[in-house]
């Protein structure tokens, strides 16, 4: 997987610290600690830690920031071994290789997805003082329950086989998958002692690249290569996509112009927010 120098830079630091935050395979009990590690270990972007940690430096410095970047993709994680059971997306292949179920069986996958969860709020509260950890815990789980990544994951259970308005579909997505990015920003912000200025500009930036990301996403399930995407083509053909919606080029140009909206957001952090900005362009074009 070739990946921009500016991600590529920061994933050896991120790949360490999810290694020391997870049990090992060898701890009791073994099939847990392999399932979550199947998931969570596999070759990633890990676009959401990457936007926790370059939010930290566009603030002051990401040095503080790395548990909290690690406890982003461990949530995420978790989804993603939720959203491939049978019971939601039934999806046999995720990055690349049997889906967790698939790999480990639909059980262990469950218990694997809620320890996944539990551990990252549990690396938050031991890498951060207590004012810090309650408002880490407090973002994270607004990101993650009725009107985030939970809510948005019934809305698109609701909508499957069903047409729904673009006001609705946007709505899924910014839950489902704009919630987290929105944390992840936010999180890092914070862990580098930004104000509410910065925290609240770093979120509008979110906000609509995770919208973006979701877009493209919808167009790489249509027009992308599974040896790179890691998923079956058309694997949402029985869902209103944004690409089902507004056709191939009308995606493409909203996602543009979403990246375009993200990047207005970061006028007031000047050249400091190169970085960000860079991952706008990379999530408008990318192709994995």
């Excluded at 996944?116 to 709020?121: K, S």
Aim: proline share 5%; charged share 20%; glycine share 6%.
């Amino acid at each position: 997987m070739e990946l921009p120098s500016f991600i590529a830079s920061h994933l050896d630091a991120i790949e360490r610290e999810l290694d020391r935050v997870t049990p090992p395979e060898t701890r009791r009990p073994e099939a847990l600690h392999r399932a979550m590690r199947y998931t969570l270990m596999a070759p990633s972007k890990r676009v959401r830690a990457v936007l926790t940690l370059l939010s930290a430096e566009v603030c002051g410095s990401s040095e503080r920031a790395l548990p909290a970047a690690a406890a982003i993709e461990l949530v995420h994680a978790s989804s993603l071994i939720l959203d491939d059971l049978p019971a939601l997306d039934n999806a046999a292949l995720r990055r690349g290789r049997p889906s967790n179920h698939v790999a480990h069986g639909e059980s262990m996958a469950l218990m694997a997805a809620f320890n996944l969860f539990n551990l990252a709020f549990a690396t938050i509260a031991a890498s951060y003082e207590p004012p810090l950890a309650r408002r880490l815990t407090s973002l994270v789980a607004e990101a993650v329950g009725s009107q985030g990544l939970v809510g948005g994951e019934v809305e698109d259970l609701l909508a499957t086989e069903s047409s729904i308005s673009f006001d609705a579909l946007e709505l899924i997505h910014r839950w489902k998958t704009g919630s987290l990015f929105v944390a992840a920003a936010a999180a890092g912000a914070l862990t580098a002692g930004a104000g509410a200025e910065r925290v609240q500009a770093l979120s509008a930036y979110a906000k609509n690249l995770g919208l973006a990301f979701q877009i493209v996403d919808d167009l790489l399930d249509v027009e992308g290569d599974p040896a790179e995407t890691g998923k079956p083509h058309l694997a949402d053909a029985r869902k209103t996509t944004f690409v089902s919606f507004s056709g191939v080029a009308g995606a493409r140009a909203l996602a543009r112009e979403l990246c375009e909206t993200a990047t207005g957001a970061l006028d007031t952090f000047g050249p400091r927010a190169d970085g960000l900005r860079a991952l706008a362009g990379f999530v408008a074009s990318r192709h994995m």
